[in-house]
């Protein structure tokens, strides 16, 4: 029997409980420097660097490509993400001794909404990162359809179809989080002098099959994405090869030049992936682990997993920045117009449409270069 079903037991006509269960309640050491430090430090990143992201992209007409506006849709569901997620477990960290305490927010915030919002910003956030890959592909294999994929109305339709399949799939999973079991408790004559409430909450699924399917479904559509996205990412690589021999052909590149040039963009298209799925990996392993009546009993595991999760939907705008000119560029020209007015040269690359086939981008690098 569980600590949490012996809690159920002991506390539901409001009787006495032993310090041994209320301290499992508490928060381990780790968990505290983890929603204590940790993650207050990622929040404030995460929504500084994506809104500085959203911000550039509204400022810069040259930034409104069709990439962007999957990225500007991404960086919406990282807040959000950061916000409803991990902010949440901030604040029931400021004010309760209690892990995951929902009497904080109540029973419709705290087990209806706050998990809603963030199951849609988790779902979209695998939508448009596909969305980018799909689109790098048209761009690099596809360029006489590009036209057709760039189309303002096709963009509309996939941002909008991502936020409405997100919004369906994240509703069929309120009630796996949806029954609000409330504990009442008199505290041990140990805990007298310490401030433990009398009160606790838990959100829970009404019931095991719930609990089951919303598991499945989270991690259902993240490997099936991935395989998706790799498949991509292959294609992706291979028409550089095709576009560094062809351009090799018609302008007597030299090898090494070329290897190099696509060695680096093949990074730049594919490390935005790598680091999304492999910070997802482990969240969603466990999550697998969990359907089939698994359990990580170690708590730096679970911990981890969470805080990787999280830090997902901080680094994007700082790989776009580290990674490309064109984006440190386009930061600079936001926030530091005056600089760029007095070295027009090195901001301008930004006032040009974006490279659209893997040939001009492949050129443009090489100028750079």
């Given at each position: 029997m569980s600590d949490?079903?012996?809690?159920?037991?002991?506390?539901?006509?409001?009787?006495?409980?032993?310090?041994?269960?209320?301290?499992?309640?508490?928060?381990?050491?780790?968990?505290?420097?983890?929603?204590?430090?940790?993650?207050?430090?990622?929040?404030?990143?995460?929504?500084?660097?994506?809104?500085?992201?959203?911000?550039?992209?509204?400022?810069?007409p040259a930034m409104r490509t069709p990439t962007n506006c999957y990225l500007v849709n991404l960086a919406v569901a990282d807040v959000l993400f950061l916000v409803f997620a991990m902010g949440e477990k901030v604040w029931i960290y400021i004010q309760s001794p209690y892990q995951s305490d929902a009497i904080i927010f109540g029973e419709i915030l705290g087990c209806v909404i706050f998990p809603l919002l963030s199951d849609i910003s988790y779902f979209a956030s695998l939508c448009f990162v596909t969305l980018v890959s799909f689109e790098r592909y048209i761009a690099v294999c596809r360029p006489q359809s590009r036209n057709y994929f760039q189309r303002r109305l096709f963009i509309s339709l996939m941002c909008i179809g991502s936020w409405a399949i997100s919004t369906i799939l994240s509703a069929t999973l309120i009630p796996g989080n949806a029954r609000y079991d409330f504990y009442c408790f008199n505290l041990p004559d140990e805990a007298s002098n310490e401030t433990y409430p009398e009160q606790f909450a838990m959100c829970n699924a009404i019931k095991e099959g719930w609990r089951i399917y919303g598991n499945g479904l989270q991690t259902l559509p993240f490997f099936l994405t991935l395989l998706l996205n790799i498949v991509l990412y292959v294609m992706i690589v291979r028409g550089l090869n095709q576009s560094i021999k062809r351009l090799r052909g018609h302008q007597g590149g030299k090898k090494?030049?070329?290897?190099?040039?696509?060695?680096?963009?093949?990074?730049?298209?594919?490390?935005?992936?790598?680091?999304?799925?492999?910070c997802l990996a482990p969240f969603e392993l466990s999550s697998l682990i969990a359907m089939f009546g698994g359990q990580l009993d170690v708590h730096w595991v679970t911990n981890s997993g969470r805080v990787l999760s999280y830090l997902n939907s901080v680094v994007n705008p700082i790989i776009f920045t580290t990674m490309s000119q064109r984006y440190r560029e386009a930061f600079k020209m936001a926030f530091l117009p005056h600089w760029c007015y007095k070295i027009d040269d090195e901001c301008s690359t930004t006032n040009g449409p974006p490279p659209s086939t893997s040939n001009t981008y492949i050129r443009m690098t090489k100028a750079k270069a």
């Open positions: 949490y079903e012996l809690l159920g037991e002991k506390a539901s006509n409001c009787d006495n409980i032993t310090m041994e269960t209320l301290q499992s309640l508490e928060y381990t050491p780790v968990e505290s420097f983890t929603c204590g430090v940790i993650m207050p430090i990622l929040l404030v990143i995460g929504i500084v660097d994506n809104i500085a992201f959203m911000w550039v992209v509204a400022r810069l090494d030049q070329d290897t190099r040039i696509r060695d680096q963009i093949a990074r730049m298209l594919i490390l935005n992936g790598v680091v999304f799925f492999v």
